[in-house]
């Protein structure tokens, strides 16, 4: 059983490091700047130049198929890059990729829709979340009725991450009699959205649909195998989470030592204090417990095994873990780590966040427990 990355991994994750460390983290100021004034993290022009310069780097659509101009760094490559971008607050991803199920379109759809969103042209978002259907997907109340040629939608899903950025969603509705079916529907089309206001950076959005009609073409994958579809795009990503989280908790712990070794009370450094050294050991011990789970989940991913079971593992293993490691930061940084003025306040929102979205602690437990006692998953396995 090898753990070690190889010479061309290393170098990627270093030179992933390097970019984060020279073009992303000098922005962390100008970020909480514009947080504190209202205004969006970073300027539009401000991240297509950050992409621009990691595309001509060789960072461009990093799990992305190589016959689509991507990189196909694999899973596990990639959850390494996200840990490595988690090592700052700025919303930044590499460009050049695409929700997995669009390429599950038509030759047609994929022109339209795929193609253009690798190339940055255009922006997509997923809905299937509802007021009264959040991690109950089965429960979706938003219909499409066919009308000749044509299906019209009406319903109301609510946190949709980058619904008011979106050119085009992909939607979930229940189109009777077949059931749940996902829709490719234009902006242009009718839907409207309204931001949600959060306690974090992240701004979700209500869309609204409203006698929204749609082109039977428009129908991604198969009349009612869209929960299929759903599942898909919720699975994928699942293990992205806790990879995220890994670097962001690790710059962190890394804030806490510097800061509990100049930091002096009753005439030594808080660093000498056993209840600090245990808050930076615990950390630690749960860091790498998380790293090693989601790292875990990608390599069966990568596999092509089954990792459903995995992702919920790591993703609620990571989910607490980072809200561990960001309130001993801020305890060790005492009122300073609950300021503005450094960043930890703004980590400790955000990452709040990682124990609800895509699939709550309560989900993934219930998820865990279920595959355990139907059989699914067994105890006392190793690499199978």
């Excluded at 000749?148 to 109301?156: K, Q």
């Excluded at 979700?204 to 198969?222: M, W």
Aim: one cysteine or more.
């Amino acid at each position: 059983m090898d753990f070690s990355l190889s010479a061309e991994e290393r170098q990627i994750r270093d030179t992933v490091r390097s970019f984060v460390q020279k073009e992303i983290m000098p922005l962390e100021p100008e970020v909480l700047r514009n947080e504190r004034e209202g205004r969006p993290a970073l300027a539009p022009e401000v991240l297509r130049d950050l992409r621009d310069r990691a595309r001509k780097m060789g960072f461009w659509g990093i799990n992305t198929p190589e016959e689509y101009g991507g990189a196909a760094l694999g899973p596990v490559m990639s959850a390494i890059i996200v840990m490595e971008l988690g090592r700052s607050f700025v919303p930044f991803m590499f460009g050049g990729s695409a929700d997995n199920i669009l390429y599950a379109g038509t030759a047609e759809q994929q022109a339209r829709y795929l193609l253009p969103t690798i190339e940055g042209e255009r922006r997509s978002c997923f809905a299937i979340t509802e007021p009264g259907a959040g991690s109950d997907a089965r429960n979706i109340r938003t219909r499409a009725v066919r009308d000749g040629a044509e299906w019209i939608i009406n319903g109301e899903k609510t946190f949709i991450t980058g619904g008011s950025e979106a050119d085009f969603v992909m939607v979930f509705a229940v189109a009777e009699p077949y059931g749940v079916t996902c829709f490719l529907v234009d902006r242009d089309m009718g839907w409207t959205s309204e931001p949600i206001m959060t306690m974090g950076e992240w701004g979700p959005a209500s869309l609204v649909f409203q006698n929204v009609r749609v082109p039977e073409a428009n129908i991604l994958g198969e009349l009612g195998k869209g929960f299929e579809l759903a599942m898909q795009w919720i699975g994928q990503g699942r293990y992205m989470i806790p990879a995220r989280a890994i670097g962001s908790a690790e710059r962190m712990l890394g804030m806490a030592i510097d800061y509990a070794k100049i930091r002096k009370s009753m005439g030594q450094t808080i660093s000498e204090y056993q209840a600090i050294q245990w808050m930076i050991a615990d950390s630690q011990v749960e860091i790498e417990a998380a790293k090693w789970l989601t790292l875990y989940a990608a390599w069966r991913v990568q596999e092509g095994l089954d990792a459903r079971h995995a992702a919920s593992i790591a993703k609620l293993n990571g989910a607490i873990m980072a809200n561990q490691v960001v309130d001993r930061v801020l305890q060790i940084h005492g009122g300073m780590g609950y300021t503005k003025e450094l960043p930890i306040e703004r980590w400790y929102r955000e990452l709040r966040l990682l124990r609800i979205f895509e699939g709550t602690d309560e989900i993934q437990r219930r998820t865990i427990a279920r595959n355990l006692i139907k059989g699914h998953a067994r105890l006392g396995t190793i690499g199978e």
